[in-house]
């Protein structure tokens, strides 16, 4: 896909969570579909909740996750890419390095 394929606008006021432990930027493609692109900051355990399903899709450093509830961490990194359920709610850990991320909804 060619760089000018995709259009949409960017949301200049950031989503900041988690006392800014994570914070994100909407993407809304004129397509109707929406990403957010952020960063998790090192040494973070975050719990989030879904509304739609997402699939996460590593940009930069590793983190390991895993649904609420469940026993095993599983590791992504830069180039790797991990599917939520919606209406669910997942674990996520950063090790001694922020994670870059774009977050792909629905």
């Not at 719990?47 to 390991?64: D, I, K, S």
């Not at 950063?94 to 909804?105: N, R």
Request: hydrophobic residues 35%; proline residues 5%.
């Amino acid at each position: 896909m060619s760089p000018g394929a995709l259009r949409g606008a960017v949301v200049p006021r950031a989503n900041v969570y988690f006392d800014g432990r994570c914070v994100s930027h909407t993407v809304q493609l004129d397509d109707g579909s929406r990403k957010s692109v952020g960063v998790i900051l090192p040494g973070s355990t975050l719990l989030f909740n879904t509304g739609a399903p997402e699939v996460m899709q590593g940009a930069g450093g590793w983190c390991e996750w895993r649904m609420q509830g469940g026993q095993d961490w599983k590791r992504s990194a830069e180039g790797e890419e991990f599917s939520v359920p919606g209406n669910a709610h997942f674990e996520i850990r950063t090790g001694d390095e922020a994670y870059h991320y774009v977050c792909h909804f629905g």
